[in-house]
Each structure stands twice: as C-alpha cells, then as structure tokens.
C-alpha cells in the first residue's frame, strides 16, 4: 500500500510541563518545548510493501511526481526497518547529519536529560572521529589497519595530536601479536585524555576488561579424536521405535505395487507420522500415489499438513524484529484453525468417543470465541483456565501428574507415546514459537493468544512431544535455546487476567523431570542466589534438554532421513581388494590394472631419463624427443587408468591409484601456475616473485627479473623456483621437485569438457552475485566450457540453508544435461558437505539428482573449514564470559538506577538480540564449533566414488595479509600451533572428518586425494572482495595477486585426466 503524508512544512511538537499540570493550566514560558521532526521528514511518500509471511520492506511509491533523494527517501525507512547490505551506510551518514542529530538531542533532554547528556558525548566523539578520518584521508578500512596508522589516529581521537604515537603504539602491537590488551596502559591513557573518566570510573575499568577479553586469546579444551561415533539411530534401542516405520521402508512401501490402494493402516500410519516429516517429503508422499489410494481422512490431514508445513517453512527463514512486525496476524490465520484441530483430535483420543455433535461443537469454539465469552458477565472462568497449558501448569501434586502420565502411556501403543495427535511437528511449533518470542510486538494480544494456543498444544501432546519442540529451539546449540528458555519464561501474558496467567517455570518443570528452571529474581541482587549467574544456571539447563532430547532426535532422523548402510557394513572398496571369494575381480579388471601399472612404471623410467637430459642439455620439454616420448607413454598411462575406473569406479581409492592422482593433481598444480607465468595472467608475476622472496627470507621491495621476465629463465629452473616458492612442507616440496611427472609440463588433450561446476564460497558472501574466483572461471569456461553456477548461499547462515540454496543450483545444472562437481571455499565445504549428505538420505528424486546420470561426479575443497575451527570454540567462550560478565554489571547498576530502567535497557539489547540478521547470524556460526561438527559427522552419508581434491595452506611473514595479522597470532596462541592459514588449521583442511571416525568417516578418508600444502592464506581466492582492507604491505607482498586459476583449472584437468570428467565430444559420441 502507498503511505504519504504532509505537516506543510510544520513538524509535531513535543512539550512538556512541571509534573501535575496539563497544557492548558501552563502558561507558555512555563513549558519546554522541541519539534519532533526536520523539514525533509515533514512530508513523504512511499509504497509499504508486505509479505506473504508478515515481513514489511519499503519502495519508492509508484505515484511519486519526483524521484526524492537525500539521506530521507524511502531508503531511510527501510534501513530501520528491512535493513539489506546498503543499509548500515545509510545510518552512518545520519548519525553525521548534525542538524538532524541536534533535533534528536533536544526530543531527549525533554524526556531525559541524563540520557541526553550520555547521547550527546557519544555523538559528539563520532563526529570528531569523522572528521579525523576526513583530515587523514581515511575511507577503507585498509587505511587504517596499519598500526603506526591506527596510532596515529587514536592519539588524535584522544588529544588531537600526535603525541601520544609512542604511547599507543605498543598497545596497538600487543593485541596484534596475540597478546591481548594491556588493561593498566588503556585505563592510564583513558584517565589522562578523558575529563570524565573519575565520575565513570567503575564503567569505564568493567569496559576495559571487557575488551580484554574479547581481543585476548581464550584457552579452550583441544579437540580430541572419538573412535566411534556411530549414527544416533543405531545408539538408541530399537524397540523405542516400535510401529513407527524409517524413511527408507516408507518410501519402499509406496512404491511397492505401484498400481494398487495403499494398505488402511499403512495410510493411517502415513497420516500420523506426517507432522515429523519435512515439507519436501509430505509433497513426495502425496506426488508419488494418487489420491484414490489413500484413506480419505489420512488424505485430507496430509494435505492440510502439506500446507501448515508450507507456510511454516516461508516463516523459518523469515521472523525476529521490526522486519516482521505483522508476522503475528498472519501466523495467527492458521495456528488457530490447526490448534483447535489438533486439540479436538487430542479430545477425542482421551475420551475414546466418536460423538460427531461434541467434536462440531469443540471444533466451532473459535479463540477468538472464547475471548468475546470473557468479557461476558456470565463467562465461566474455569472453563477458560483449565486449557491443557494451565492444567499441567497449575497442578500441584507434579509427582502424581507424572505418575499418572507413565501409567497413561504404558496403557498406550509405543508409537502413541512418541507422535501424539497434532497436527503441527515439534520443528513447525518451534518455529512459530521462536517467531513470537523474537517478535517486535510481544506485548501485542494477538502475539500472546499465539503463545497460548502453542503452549496449549504442546501440553495436550505427550512429555515427548515437548521436549521435542524444546530441542527444535535449542536446534544450533544451548545458547540459542537459552536466550529461548529466557525469553520464554519472560512470556508477556499482561493480555490475560492474572487468574489465567500461566507459571512458565512450572509448566516447563512438568514437562522436563528431575529439572529445576531458574528464576530470574533469585539471581538479581538481593536474591538468595545473587552471588551466581542466572545465564550460567539457564545455560546448563539448555545443555541438559538437549540431552534428554536424543530419543526425539533419533525419531526425527528416523522418519526423515533414509540410511543406506549401517555401522557394521562392510566398507565400499575397489574391486582388486575384495576378500570375499564371491565377489572377486574378474580377470579383464585385474589385466587392466596391470597394464595400468607397468604403463605408470614405464613413464616414470622414461621421463626420468627425459629430465637428466632437460638438466644436462638446458633444452625445454617442447625441444626434446625424449620429453616426447615420455609424454606420449604418460598419456597411456592416464588412458590405462581411466580404463579401469570405468571398469570399477572405486578403484581410485586403491593405493598404486590414489597415489598417481595424487602426483597427477600437484603436477597440474605446477604447471596451471608456470602457464599463468609464461602467458602474464593477472599479476601472477609478481606474486610468484614475491612469493620466491619470502620463501628466501628476501623482502626486498624492488623486485628482480626472475619471474616478471621469463623468458630470461630456463624452463626447469622456472619450476623449480615455483615449487620452492609455492610449496610448504619440505618432504612434499623435495618429492614434487624430484618428480619426473612434474618437469614433463603435461597438459590435457584439448577440448570442451561435458561438465558443471558448482560452487559455494565462504561464511562471508554475496552468492551467486558473488565474484570470487571469477577471472579463473571466465578462463575455463572460454578454454574447455565449463560452465560454472554459484549457489545463492548467504553470510552468516545455517549450513542447512545453504545446502538448500546448493540443491537449487544443483536443479539448474541438471537441468543442463551434464554432470556436475561441488566446489566449496572454507565454510562452503561444511556446506557442500552437507548438501551431499542431505540428499543421499533424502527423498528418492534427491537421491536421484545426485546418483543420477547427470549426478555428482567430483569434489574440491578450499582451505576447508568443514572439520570446524579453533576460533568457533573460543569466541563461544567469550561470548559466554561476556554475557556473563555484563550481568553481573547489571546487578551492580541495580543499586544507582531503577527497576524500569534497567527493564527498558534489557528491552532494548533483546531487540538487538532478536533481529532476524542476529537470529540468522546465530545459525550460521554454529558449523565452526565443536558439538555441531559432531552432530553433522555423526548423521553424515556421502558417496564412496567421488574424488575429493584439496588445497590447503599455511601463513609465514610473507604471505599474511596485515589484516589477518591478528586473527592469525590470536589462534596461533589459542591452539598452540602456527600450522595454520589463519582460519583453520592445515590438519583440519582435509576432505574427511578428522575427529569423528565412523563407517562415512571411512569412506569420505578413501576418496580424500589430498594436495600438498602451499604457502598461502585463507583468502586466497579473493582478491577484489578484500581491496578496502588492502595495505601497503599487502601491495609490497602481493598476497591478494595470487594465481586464481590454480584453485580450479587442475581439479578440472586431473579428473578429465582419468575420465572422471568427460569430455563433451566424446559424450556426444557415445550417444
């Protein structure tokens, strides 16, 4: 809808009088006045757009005469609002607006002066901070990343001089290296420059350590190696399960006689489970039989499922904050209709009757109904307060309740006892119920009736089916279900009577055994738990939900995800290593690997011989026969072995094999760099010289003509300055050199290849608007077509969204006809990782589009981060050590400031808390640590026949960006070692699971064709995403100039080598 309005030019006023008189009984100079708003905000036109899930976003108004600009157009509304990436912009230049800030200012001295005071020395100091930047020529971080610069700077900032450089300086140096922040020089140079540092002496000391903390190193437990770490599923006994059917003899049934109705109890069975499935497999249930064959009530409550799931998922991705203000009267469309029929089902259960004329009336009993009968005269209250909520909740004998429930669920089918009769999932009323915890409005009645009817339903299911919506809050951690756990008990019910109000505690204590859920008032001052944290005592409860939830858990996995094997399988290998006497290798594959073999021997021989000669005779490959003849012998060799993959597709991972590929893929390596030298792509050059500087301890500025002028060198002794340049260990380096396979500068045949790349990038991104690696890809698109298709992945995001966002760009390259392989970029990987897995334990057209003729075919992964990161752990502990460290501030504040004050300020950090890009961030970060890691490994399925290529890579001096400077001496401290590339360690970069072992752990190890560590950093593949944090160093040591083209071009060429990537011609021939 378009909104427009028009003081004509005259803003509201705000006027305030002594308190006890009104306006009219002041007299105009007895009142303090200020106008509300400036002159561009007095008159406006937008459009106010709403989705279909309640999130609210502003647009230019179709009607406008003129197109206004300027800090005020609709744009400015939106970053309130909708904030997207232009946004924080948008709020800095209004925060430099003074005209509009000194409005802002004068509206709070009337309401607080105070407060007035504290915003208006903050302001004050951010624009003296803007106009040093201006004065120093400051725009890009880069600028002032320098220490010498940021010195300079702060001096400024703190005296306006230079004076106190040499001061700052080695405070400045200190947490760069790690060390962490000198607290009694900060508080000496704070109580030297800062007037008011004797009034806030106690805040300023408590924020400096604060500080300290977070830009200090944080010792945590290392990661450690668990054996065994088998699927939950197989941890948990079966019989729990009893009745309830698993996904893979789901999906078995349904497509068992194809041509006949499904069995009644079959569809009942269907119908019940339905709520625990996930959108994707209701749809597939329904898509794969015909209406007619389905019981007609199962048919109606899977279709009505189908569309709750619908719109729960639109809302999973979608709530938190201002942005979805209305979410609440649009939720509340439909969780009445599916509470009230969830509810009469539940009923009807417990009575055992089948009264159509009592189930019509239940089912006509609106809530809204019930509210118009409240404020009846003759409304009978305890009709209302004994809903299922307030009837466990009120009960005072908790023990017998329990009791009685056990005996209840004896009586009952093992399948009763775990499903229930609702119509929404623990995932569905999660979601929702996180949608109105983290809502803008909580005091609103709609956002509280919502509430209600959750809590009503979840209490009407069995104790199972709670904690199941409890673990589905605490889904990325105990932290996320312990700001839910806080927020929950602090459920605004100021809409009901005190009478109808609910005791969160005690319901929440019914349904958790042997539990006790902290108060808050226990832990504030005064209370007789004042001495211990309240986010400490909330925070241990989260951790043991979490672990009461794993027979839920297992059910969920049981119901949703298809397993293929269990632990005691016997793991996939290739033919020639089979023990089993009937199943041995026919006698063409053992011909085959031996000719393979003797082919490889024979190569080697005759390129070594090339190689003395290449030495002796300085000549090039190109200029020797014997080169020749060594390449030809090498390319039978590949031919050999592509002949035995497409005989056993497994026989890779045999040891004679993966070492091959393995030589193949560091001697593509080589030569994708020695090309780029030879044809001056980017400035391949001068990284290559500066990297051969470092490498030799020479950081000469001035370059020399080694590798700016080629054509000056000898051909061997360019590459033997890129591989003393390039590589990092020194046995991998020595055996590379010595290679004859690498001096032979063997490229592949040229051609199109019939092949796709998918590509997800880091934890920071813009998706498929990205540009990483975009030159390279430009390159191999135009050399051997290869067409590449960014996945929409988003910062900051769960790894289950992403994999999604893969899926979606999986579907388009299929839709290509040609096969596809994964490429993933640091937490990327987890991504890919995880989409893999997803759609091997998915429905049978998942399992299809990655199986399939047009399937997954190869991996590469990109200074992985899917084994997780030393920094995950650590910043979870600071953040933890804040938290609790900002509490016990709080409770010293009670004493100077008000109960409503203090209220109002906690208001405010929870708005913070629960925007949609805090809730979102919250699920992002959670793949770097520990406990999810396990999580994922532990359900993880992945394919046996897929190679996996690595690049992984370690930081010297010379290779670090100077904005990386801190971050990688900090988790050098934290860990313990420097085998790093800034963000995740070199033993932690693998394509397989390095602390969960199991049977996928295995497989995922065999197909792990490694790749020799390189001397290089975690942002590699960048280079114009991190131009505003470029330095001059980094100019000096040109580590954003780094060869792009080696991160794809030889995964490309040494799985086109072996036929694993097929070439487009030859795919046409075969058809």
């Known amino acids: 809808c378009e909104l427009a309005w028009d003081f004509q030019g005259t803003s509201p006023v705000l006027q305030v009088t002594t308190q006890g008189q009104t306006i009219a009984q002041t007299s105009h100079e007895d009142r303090k006045q200020a ?62 607006d003074k005209k509009t800030m000194n409005r802002l200012l004068a509206v709070t001295k009337l309401i607080n002066s105070d407060l007035e005071k504290i915003a208006s020395y903050v302001l004050t100091k951010v624009w003296r901070a803007k106009e040093i930047f201006d004065q120093e020529g400051v725009s890009d971080p880069g600028h002032a990343i320098p220490g010498h610069r940021m010195a300079r700077l702060m001096s400024l900032f703190l005296c306006g001089n230079v004076s106190q450089v040499d001061e700052i300086l080695p405070v400045i140096q200190r947490v760069v290296a790690g060390n962490g922040v000198d607290v009694v020089k900060v508080k000496e140079l704070i109580r030297k420059h800062v007037n ?66 499904l069995d009644p109890t ?7 489970i339905a709520p625990y499935m996930t959108f994707r497999q209701i749809s597939y249930v329904l898509n794969s039989r015909p209406a007619s064959h389905w019981q007609k009530f199962d048919l109606k409550r899977l279709r009505y499922v189908y569309a709750v799931k619908k719109k729960v998922e639109e809302i999973s991705e979608s709530y938190g904050g201002l942005s979805f203000m209305p979410q609440s009267f649009f939720v509340s469309v439909f969780l009445g209709e599916a509470t009230r029929s969830s509810l009469r089902a539940t009923t009807a259960t417990n009575d055992k009757t089948n009264n159509p004329e009592t189930e019509a009336k239940a089912g006509n009993r609106s809530a809204l109904a019930m509210l118009r009968r409240q404020r009846s005269p003759k409304f009978d209250s305890e009709v209302f307060i004994m809903s299922p ?36 999932g623990p995932q569905d009323i999660a979601v929702l119920l996180q949608a109105g915890l983290t809502s803008a409005i909580k005091g609103s009645t709609v956002v509280q009736l919502n509430q209600r009817m959750l809590l009503d339903l979840m209490a009407s299911q069995p104790s199972s089916f709670a904690i199941g919506v409890l673990a589905e809050l605490g889904a990325d951690g105990p932290r996320q279900l312990a700001n839910a756990l806080m927020a929950l008990c602090d459920l605004d019910q100021g809409s009901f009577k005190d009478a109808h109000c609910i005791d969160i505690h005690s319901l929440l204590e019914t349904w958790l055994p042997g539990l006790k859920i902290p108060r808050r008032d226990d832990y504030l001052a005064g209370g007789r738990w004042a001495r211990q944290s309240f986010y400490d005592a909330i925070y241990g409860v989260a951790i043991s939900i979490l672990d009461l939830s794993e027979t839920y858990i297992g059910l969920k996995l049981r119901i949703q995800q298809v397993r293929h094997h269990s632990e005691t399988d016997p793991l996939p290998v290739p033919k020639e290593l089979v023990s089993d006497v009937n199943d041995q290798p026919t006698s063409q594959l053992l011909s085959t690997i031996n000719e393979a073999v003797t082919k490889i021997s024979v190569a080697d021989d005759l390129a070594q011989s090339a190689f003395d000669d290449l030495r002796s005779s300085g000549k090039s490959t190109k200029e020797s026969e014997l080169c020749t003849t060594a390449c030809e012998a090498y390319k039978d060799a590949f031919a050999a072995c592509a002949k035995v993959i497409s005989i056993d597709k497994l026989s890779f991972q045999s040891d004679w094999f993966k070492s091959f590929f393995r030589r193949n893929y560091d001697a593509l390596m080589v030569k994708s760099i020695y090309d780029n030298v030879i044809d001056d792509v980017d400035r391949v050059r001068v990284w290559m010289e500066a990297l051969r500087r470092g490498s030799m ?33 020194k046995k991998e380096l020595e055996f590379i050199k010595n290679d004859p396979l690498v001096r032979m500068l063997i490229g592949n045949d040229p051609g199109q290849y019939n092949f796709t790349i998918i590509t997800a990038m880091g934890v920071i991104t813009e998706g498929k608007q990205g540009t990483e690696l975009h030159t390279a890809i430009e390159r191999l698109e135009k050399e051997r077509g290869v067409v590449t298709i960014r996945a929409d992945t988003g910062t900051a995001r769960s790894i289950d969204y992403n994999a999604n966002k893969i899926e979606e760009a999986v579907n388009t390259a299929v839709e290509l006809k040609r096969p596809y392989g994964l490429v993933g970029y640091s937490q990327g990987c987890a991504n890919e990782m995880n989409f893999e897995s997803m759609m091997i334990s998915g429905t049978p057209d998942q399992q299809k589009v990655i199986t399939g003729d047009y399937g997954l075919v190869c991996r590469q992964l990109l200074f992985s ?78 394919l046996p026949h897929i190679p996996t290529c690595v690049i992984r890579g370690v930081l010297e001096p010379h290779t670090t960006p100077e904005s990386l400077d801190m971050l990688s001496n900090t988790l050098t401290k934290q860990s313990g070692s420097a085998l790093h590339d800034s963000q995740v360690h070199v033993y932690d970069a693998v394509g397989h699971p ?50 792009k083209d080696r991160h794809i071009f030889p995964f490309c060429d040494v799985n086109a080598r072996f036929g694993i990537i097929k070439y487009a011609d030859a795919q046409n021939e075969k058809k």
């Open 697 to 729: 301890g020479n950081t000469q500025s001035y370059p020399d003509s080694f590798f700016i002028c080629p054509e000056e060198q000898k051909e061997q002794d360019l590459i033997d300055g890129i591989i003393d340049a390039l590589f990092f260990d």
């Open 266 to 272: 079959f569809s009942n069975l269907v119908s019940r």
């Open 196 to 261: 008011a540092y004797d009034d806030w002496a106690a805040e300023i000391d408590r924020g400096v350590k604060w500080a300290a903390m977070m830009l200090g190193p944080m010792t945590v437990p290392s990661p450690f190696v668990e054996t065994e770490v088998p699927p939950l599923t197989e941890c948990i006994d079966i019989r729990r399960y009893a009745g309830i059917p698993t996904a893979k003899s789901l999906y078995d049934t349904l497509h068992d006689k194809p041509k006949l109705p």
């Open 35 to 96: 106008p509300l708003l400036i002159r561009a905000l007095c008159q406006g036109r937008l459009n106010l757009d709403v989705s279909s899930v309640g999130g609210i976003s502003f647009t230019q108004a179709s009607t406008s005469r003129e197109n206004k600009e300027g800090l005020y157009d609709w744009k400015f509304f939106n970053a309130l609002v909708s904030p997207d990436d232009d946004s924080p912009a948008r709020i800095i230049d209004v925060l430099h």
């Open 994 to 1043: 390095v602390y969960f072992k199991n049977r996928n752990g295995r497989i995922l190890k065999s197909t792990d064709m490694g790749g020799a560590v390189q001397r290089t950093h975690h942002w590699s593949p960048l280079c114009e995403e991190v131009e505003y944090v470029s330095t001059d160093r980094d100019v000096e040591h040109a580590v954003f100039d780094c060869a």
């Open 389 to 424: 909520a307030g009837r466990v909740a009120s009960m005072n004998d908790l023990a017998n309740h329990r009791s009685n429930q056990n005996l209840l669920n004896s009586a009952c089918d093992v399948s009763d006892d775990l499903l229930g009769d609702s119509l929404l």
């Open 865 to 942: 981060a899917a084994n997780g990161s030393m920094h995950g752990p650590a910043t979870e502990a600071k953040v933890h050590q804040l938290i609790t460290m900002i509490e016990e501030f709080l409770k010293y504040q009670q004493g100077y400031f008000s109960r409503a004050f203090i209220s109002t300020t906690i208001d405010v950090l929870n708005g913070g808390l629960d925007s949609s890009a805090f809730q979102k961030f919250l699920g992002g970060t959670k793949s770097f640590l520990p406990y999810a890691s396990r999580t994922f490994w532990r359900e993880a399925q992945h």
